[in-house]
């Protein structure tokens, strides 16, 4: 597969680093490392209007956030409540505040970041359930969060994109608990851990995510095979997708999770659900959060404010 020089630097890095594949580490190792190449992959983070930690209380205990607020938002603003990515077993809000601030400021929006619980302490359904009551805790806390409360959006990226499209979905079944978000961005998000995708056989081996390490993934966060027919963790397993939120879905080629991804862009088209499909044919899997170095994180990043944008335009 060609795969882009940008992309090529990165995997020539991490060999170079001597850095293991995350599935061969425990838990809390892969998580410290996860941690640690944020400084190495991403760029400095942008300036913002206004950075502020929240907390609100979760079925598990508090959950914290971090809201941002872009040069150019106005005091009642837009807002992307964003779940972050790592497997359900990595990643903070310190791992993707530089994308959420450049969201922030690229869309001229609110950006609202959710920790929710890592895998394995806890396990399906615990970052779902700590996904939906970060979505409801911003539509009802709106006014105070300066949200205009008509005009919220979700996303993330991998695990988040994940979480993103469940929430959505949980959305349209539990009629009116949780708010139906105006749109979803979905970066190369994992969207059926049966994981039986063609992409799964192509992508083995020689990139930061590969299926194995993707298996170790879903095997932490899961409690038993059964769960991976549940739409709360596989979206693409839902009878329908009719109903649920405009989408932008942004998929890369060297990705196992490439082909879930083009085919969930395909059942909410076919669904009546309008699509924006981005496909980067020669980019890996977490380029979004490697930008000091692959240049397609902009593209990425810049193309997620521009259908925001469009889509709180429409509201």
């Known amino acids: 597969m ?61 959950i914290r956030m971090r809201a941002y607020r872009g040069f150019g938002a106005p005091d009642v603003a837009p807002c992307l409540v964003f779940y972050h990515g790592g497997g359900w077993l990595m990643g903070d809000l ?25 895998a394995p302490e806890h396990k399906f359904p615990a970052a779902f359930d700590d996904a939906a009551t970060a979505l409801r805790f911003v539509a009802m806390e709106a006014q105070r969060l300066g949200v205009d409360r008509a005009r919220i959006a979700v996303g993330g990226d991998s695990a988040g994109g994940n979480l993103a499209a469940a929430v959505s979905l949980a959305a349209r079944e539990d009629a009116g608990r949780t708010p139906m978000p105006v749109f979803q961005v979905l970066i190369y998000p994992a969207v059926d851990l049966a994981m039986t995708s063609p992409s799964y056989r192509r992508v083995t081996e020689g990139v930061p995510l590969t299926a194995s390490g993707m298996r170790w993934f879903r095997d932490h966060y899961l409690a038993e095979p059964g769960q991976a027919f549940d739409w709360r963790a596989s979206p693409l397993r839902a009878a329908s997708l009719a109903g649920l939120p405009p989408a932008l879905v942004v998929t890369a080629g060297i990705d196992p999770l490439c082909d879930e991804g ?18 980067l044919a020669d980019q890996i899997h977490g380029a979004m959060t490697m930008g000091k ?12 404010a521009a259908a925001l944008r469009d889509a709180w335009a429409r509201v």
């Open 2 to 62: 060609p795969i882009d020089p940008d992309a090529q630097r990165v995997l020539d890095l991490i060999r170079e680093s001597g850095r293991p594949p995350y599935e061969t580490l425990p838990a809390l190792e892969a998580r410290r490392l996860y941690a640690a190449g944020r400084t190495v992959l991403q760029p400095e983070p942008q300036e913002v209007l206004e950075v502020r930690d929240l907390t609100c209380a979760g079925p598990g205990g508090e």
């Open 94 to 118: 310190d791992t993707h505040d530089g994308p959420c601030r450049a969201i922030a400021n690229a869309a001229q929006c609110r950006v609202v970041s959710v920790d929710y619980r890592l």
């Open 293 to 304: 170095f692959i240049r397609a994180s902009e593209l990425i990043i810049g193309t997620s």
């Open 262 to 279: 083009i085919a969930y862009a395909r059942r909410l088209d076919e669904d009546g659900v309008r699509v924006t499909h981005l496909h």
